[in-house]
């Protein structure tokens, strides 16, 4: 529809853009006059689901047969259909059916579950304002320009914008918990217009359009204006900002009712949009497995052509490529023979396909859904305080958590609690610590610092400003109207920032008193316990790029005044020179005693240059485009040229046992790294409070305060990163030996960098002499033993991660914070750890595992993924192994069979082996395997450095494996061909035919693979008991059945009796046990031989040889052997 004309004299300047969306509230015209054409909107449907009933099918199957495992069976199948082969379809069809099936279910019953939650959502009931009536409609019926009407404790149905409540104020209170993790109350704000229209009858007169941003994720981000058009009266155009937005999901609070106009719907909504397009991550182990089928891919391609050219040169014999009594057809004899070759090739690869893994993929999936419950069922990750215990949000990196290279952790609310004091603060550079009598004042000095006390009106306006230049809500404890005259009330601070209450409740300490805000008054209570008034005029909130936050106020009086507070990096340029030193000193005292330091400043403002601030301000606000861009100007205008009134600090309290986590962490190889934006001295502190820093460390500095602010800092900076990276790179000699990931210096190094020196590092001037910084710094960076990144912003974090995520050898990198500042690291590294904070949800909510404290972040790294990858290594190692040992005796009967693709294995038996047969106690070991105690792995951290650098999945240990396979298929072949030699294996003179061969050789590598897992075996529990044991009862079991039983769906009774019969040998149970005990014999001894050693060693009970890792020695880690070997003496871990 056509805007009217008045609309462009409103907001002069701003023509429509494509990026913009119209609303019309409550679809009704601008004017009688206007053709009104209904915009095309997405309805308020949430759907999470990914499959409906008709596309299941087809979606899923696509989505499965993209697998690179899955599409080579499939192949393999039609190929079975299509061509003649030597085994039927069933054998590779069953197995892949049995995937395909498993994976469905699975994904189908995921999907089910989320298309039931969507239909609650979608079915539930809500009011809209039709006519100057209620309308009952279900949620998924509201359309973009509905009003809506939600009551108390209701969800939001979609993203509304506020426009009127049941207060008089037109405010209402609101929690986000479902979005962001947020519990406490963030009050919201009608437009000012609309405040009145509280009534279903009022609300319905409402003629206005809206114009806003088209929809986006970010949560905490709004751009729009609302015209409202009254009749023979110019339109009013207002600002509307996020908090004039309700969000879906989102829950009213401590307010009777709202009307709202629908903005964003359905999947359009900020909750559905933050909901998709999360990055997958890929483990370490899946690039391995990926690798391993390769070289299996190769062994299978590499043996059907050896048996094609052998087939081909034995068939050269006339004799042999036509026997007397096996003539060929009219049609084999014209058969091209480049065909025929083609096919016998077809026939190989499908009788030797069995030695790619299919299953193993469901069962490693099934090894990390079951194997995540885990983490979440750990009761000493659980806390009492918050009554929360780890979670899970990503089941696919679980053993990337035992191969952490380098911890990036934020330091407020992660390392330390967010729970902020006050300690003391200065004025015009007196410190003040103590308690103060209503008028007497209060000081305290120490060392050179001032003597005295600052003037009383300075005090005063000091204190002010600590009451006023904030955002802080009051809850009050009951509903009885009033704080006046009640000053014993109880009542309780909210704010989404734990130091903004610190800061009231330290005003309130010494006498003033914040007693809330009431229809745009903030209302304080002063030592003289008179109450003021300050008429709220602007709030310039704080963001991360500014670091501070302002409030304009008039008081009674009309005189207008600014308070602004913030990092005093972004105060000092901002106040008068002169005023700055006496209150630095302070400053950088309290930082070096580990407080967070505030800055506050104020200035007064003449009527004439208030209104100049709120024009500028409005129109900033009115803009739909770059409104953040020209609202940071006009901010950057209006906090210029004030006075330094004084400073605050805080303490903020290390987190229970973070310093020995991180000490745990170093001791375990791995390199922790602080990224914070508080400042240098500040988190210095911290960081020799939690022993990232020793005492006997040397520190590096690349700061503003090191590298300077004037034209030469890139020289300044070019000659620092030289010096440095002489010190530790070219004048070091190199390491041979030693442990693998000890810091290879004999004197330990810090560094520390400022955000803007990283500036400097990352993105160099053109004209800068030297391009390398970045490889210099980082070279630096990695021979360091501790790195301190301060003064960070999120972004800044985020490309410090990646930087060294993207070095040689891509080290497997680990994010852990609690903030929204931190979610762009935690999504940029392999592993992101949210931790349930202060400072809302989102660092949990985009983690890949979130845990209550940074404490637990130990258990879950030395206990919990050390054994994960163990686990899905051995798994990983077994399932090779175990088909190798499967399909090499097949290989080797080609070789007597003539090359006839003659199967070795019953049809029953190459179907069942890897669904049925073997696949049960693989599992069970690798969701209950502990091959040391968690006690033991939580106390001793050296112990992860055994299973570092992927070391149980390098190309060394999987040739073992193979080698190992290799060996045991030899052995059953060759041992019940020798077997055979004697053709007469029973008393009576008869003899055995091929199935039985076939069978015998099955029956050994059955027993053997189980008993094989049986001797890896370190912790058993009754689940494991039942399956091994019982998996080899059920193969004896099921042999006598399918052989006990004449079926009548089957051509030939090839296994009638067989199994059965064969058991009636005592040379065939001799061989069988004879068999097992060669093929084992190799492992038995390499126990044997362990324990004798340990014996004489005195050393723990673990049985197993030691670990060695093969991974080359690069960044500062060197090869083990020498410092590790009591450990692995004491803990040994066989890869081997």
């Not at 885990?374 to 806390?383: A, H, T």
């Not at 020799?688 to 820093?693: E, K, W």
């Not at 001037?765 to 501790?786: E, G, M, P, R, V």
């Not at 044997?1088 to 014996?1095: A, C, H, M, P």
Request: charged fraction near 25%; proline fraction near 3%; hydrophobic fraction near 40%.
């Amino acid at each position: 529809m056509a805007l009217p004309l008045a609309l462009g004299a409103q907001c002069a300047g701003e023509e429509k853009r494509v990026g913009t969306r119209t609303v019309v509230v409550g679809h009704r015209p601008v004017s009688e006059t206007d053709a009104y054409v209904a915009q095309k909107f997405c309805d308020n449907r949430i759907v999470s689901s990914k499959y409906t009933l008709w596309n299941f099918l087809p979606k899923n199957l696509f989505e499965q047969f993209r697998r690179i495992a899955n599409f080579y069976f499939l192949i393999i199948f039609l190929v079975q259909v299509i061509v003649d082969t030597p085994t039927s379809p069933v054998t590779s069809g069953l197995p892949l059916f049995f995937v395909i099936t498993v994976t469905a279910i699975k994904q189908g019953y995921e999907d089910w579950l989320r298309h039931r939650a969507d239909n609650e959502v979608n079915k539930s009931n809500v009011f809209i304002v039709e006519n100057a009536k209620q309308v009952q409609k279900e949620s998924e019926k509201i359309k973009v320009g509905d009003i809506v009407e939600v009551k108390a404790d209701e969800t939001f149905p979609c993203d509304l914008i506020f426009l009127a409540s049941s207060s008089s104020d037109g405010t209402c209170y609101v929690t986000t918990a479902s979005l962001d993790g947020e519990s406490n109350f963030k009050t919201h704000y009608a437009v000012r217009d609309t405040t009145v229209l509280c009534t279903d009858e009022a609300i319905d007169t409402l003629t206005a359009t809206i114009e806003c941003e088209q929809p986006q994720p970010d949560l905490y981000k709004f751009v729009g204006r609302i015209i409202i058009y009254r009749s023979n009266q110019e339109p009013v155009a207002r600002s509307l900002g996020p908090e004039n937005l309700l969000l879906k999901g989102a829950t009213l609070k401590n307010t009777k009712k709202i009307y709202g106009v629908a903005v964003y719907t359905g999947m359009e909504t900020k909750m559905a949009l933050n909901y998709q397009g999360k990055s997958q991550k890929r483990s370490a182990v899946e690039k391995s497995i990926n690798a391993f089928l390769i070289v299996y891919l190769c062994i299978l391609l590499s043996k059907a052509t050896v048996c094609t050219t052998l087939k081909y040169v034995w068939q050269s014999n006339p004799f042999n490529d036509e026997p007397w009594y096996n003539e060929k057809t009219k049609k084999e004899r014209e058969t091209f023979k480049v065909l025929r070759m083609f096919t016998d090739f077809l026939s190989f690869m499908v009788l030797f396909n069995f030695i790619i893994p299919v299953s193993m993929y469901v069962t490693v999936e099934m090894q990390k859904f079951l194997g995540s419950f885990f983490i979440s069922w750990d009761k000493e990750m659980y806390d009492e305080e918050i009554k929360e215990g780890a979670l899970v949000n990503t089941s696919d990196l679980n053993e990337e958590l035992g191969q952490v290279e380098y911890v990036f952790t934020d330091k407020t609310g992660t390392l330390t609690e967010n729970s902020m004091e006050f300690i003391e603060c200065c004025i015009d550079g007196h410190k003040y610590k103590d308690c103060i009598s209503e008028v007497d004042g209060f000081t305290q000095t120490d060392g050179p610092l001032k003597y005295g006390k600052a003037e009383k009106s300075r005090e005063e306006l000091f204190l002010r400003a600590l009451c006023l230049c904030h955002t802080v809500q009051i809850k009050e404890a009951d509903q009885v109207d009033g704080l006046i005259g009640h000053p014993e009330r109880k009542y309780t601070y909210i704010s989404s920032s734990p130091d903004e209450i610190a800061l009231v409740k330290g005003a309130e300490k010494y006498g003033f008193t914040f007693l809330g805000l009431e229809n745009d008054f903030m209302k304080i209570r002063n030592q003289k316990n008179e109450t003021e008034m300050y008429q709220l005029l602007h709030v310039l909130n704080f963001d991360p790029v500014r670091r501070r936050m302002s409030v304009i106020v008039r008081t009674t009086t009309g005189k207008l005044l600014l308070f602004c507070k913030g990092a005093d990096s972004s105060i000092f340029p901002r106040v008068q020179q002169e005023e700055i030193q006496q209150t630095k000193v302070h400053v950088d005292r309290n930082a070096m005693d580990g407080y967070r330091t505030l800055c506050v400043a104020f200035k007064e403002l003449t009527q004439k240059e208030y209104d100049k601030i709120d024009r500028q301000l409005n129109e900033a606000k009115m803009a739909l485009q770059d409104r953040e861009e020209k609202m940071a100007k006009v901010f950057e205008d209006t906090e210029a040229d004030m006075h330094l009134i004084g400073a605050t600090a805080v303490e903020d309290r290390l987190q229970e046992q973070s310093a020995e986590t991180i000490e745990a962490l170093h001791t375990a190889g791995m390199k922790v790294w602080v990224l914070t934006g508080d400042k240098m001295e500040t988190a210095k502190s911290t960081c020799y409070a939690c022993r990232l820093f020793q005492t006997s460390t040397e520190l590096l500095e690349l700061t503003v305060k090191v590298v300077g602010e004037n034209e030469r800092k890139e020289d300044r900076l070019h000659e620092l990163l030289m010096e440095y990276h002489k010190k530790l790179i070219q004048d070091v000699p190199k390491n041979r030996g030693g442990l693998k990931r000890s810091w290879t210096l004999s004197q330990e190094y810090g560094l520390i960098i400022d955000g803007s020196t990283l500036s400097l590092i990352l993105n160099p001037s053109q004209d800068s002499s030297s391009s390398n910084y970045k490889n210099i710094f980082l070279q630096i960076c990695l021979k360091c033993t501790a790195v301190l990144c301060c003064r960070m912003a999120p972004l800044q974090k985020a490309q410090i991660v990646r930087m060294v995520k993207n070095t040689k050898g891509s080290p497997i990198t680990l994010s852990v914070g609690d903030g929204a500042n931190d979610v762009s690291m935690i999504l940029e590294a392999h592993v992101g750890i949210g931790i349930k904070g202060k400072e809302g949800r989102q660092a949990s909510r985009n983690s890949d595992y979130a845990v209550p404290k940074f404490k637990h972040l130990r258990k879950l790294l030395l206990a919990h993924g050390h054994l994960y990858y163990v686990r899905i290594a051995h798994l990983v190692q077994y399932f090779f192994y175990k088909n190798l040992c499967f399909i090499l005796p097949q290989f080797l009967y080609q070789f007597f069979c003539g090359f006839s693709q003659q199967p070795l294995y019953d049809a029953a038996y190459l179907t069942m082996y890897n669904i049925c047969f073997t696949s049960l106690p693989i599992l069970a070991y690798s969701l209950l395997e502990q091959h040391i105690n968690i006690d033991t792995l939580t106390s001793d951290p050296q112990l992860y450095m055994k299973v570092s650098d992927n070391a149980m999945l390098q190309w060394r240990p999987f040739l073992y494996w193979t080698f190992l396979g290799a060996f045991e298929g030899l052995v059953f072949f060759f041992g019940v061909y020798f077997l055979f030699q004697n053709s007469s294996l029973e008393d009576n003179g008869k003899v055995f035919g091929n199935w039985t061969f076939g069978t015998i050789v099955f029956t050994v590598l059955v027993f053997t693979v189980t008993l094989k897992l049986a001797l890896d075996t370190r912790f058993w529990t009754w689940m494991n008991h039942f399956v091994i044991w019982g998996s080899l009862a059920f193969y004896v079991f099921f042999s006598f059945f399918w052989g006990g039983v004449i079926w009548p769906f089957l051509k030939q009774q090839r296994m009638y009796f067989v199994f059965a019969h064969m058991l009636t040998s005592l040379s065939t149970w001799l061989a069988i046990i004879l068999l097992i005990f060669i093929s084992l014999f190799p492992e038995i001894l390499l126990i044997v031989l362990k324990n004798i050693k340990e014996k004489s060693h005195q050393t723990g009970p673990f049985d197993l040889p030691r670990l060695v890792s093969y991974k080359r020695i690069e960044n500062g880690y060197v090869k083990t052997e020498d410092a590790v070997t009591n450990l692995a003496e004491r803990h040994p871990l066989r890869i081997l």
